[in-house]
């Protein structure tokens, strides 16, 4: 279970992370914090890319920051987003990011969604990616 300190921990440093964002094409700025089970917090911000594919999602950037670190287990992820600047709905992972994060968590894996002003909703990977292939199906 994550708690109210740990929530306004990761939330606080996604936001911070968004404002690092490269995001000239879209406008569309992300952040994201992710806790491993030991406490470590990684953030990641989205970098795009003139050929649009080569960019990188702020969940796989903090994500790929922590595995080349050492580290394997994760708690919570928290991802902060909103277009040019502005607030709108809470920003969610993409559904590569899901996938990536699937490989290191499982169903109750905490998946926190929010707005650039923190205004957030708290989901479980389980209820973002239904029916997920993961590494125990192989």
């Known amino acids: 279970m994550i708690s109210d300190s740990e929530i306004e921990r990761l939330l606080s440093e996604a936001i911070d992370a968004g404002e690092n964002a490269y995001a000239p094409y879209s406008g569309y700025r992300v952040g994201a914090a992710l806790l491993t089970e030991s406490g470590e917090m990684f953030k ?16 796989r950037t903090a994500l790929n920051y922590a595995v080349a670190s050492g580290f394997r287990s994760f708690k919570a992820i928290a991802v902060a987003g909103g277009g040019n600047g502005k607030s709108s709905r809470p920003a969610y992972p993409c559904g590569v990011c899901r996938q990536v994060l699937r490989e290191f968590a499982d169903d109750d894996f905490c998946v926190i969604c929010a707005d650039r002003d923190g205004h957030y909703e708290i989901h479980t990977l389980g209820e973002l990616l239904p029916f997920s292939f993961g590494p125990e199906n192989l």
């Open 44 to 59: 990641g911000c989205n970098v795009e890319n003139a050929a649009f594919t080569p960019g990188s999602c702020a969940e």
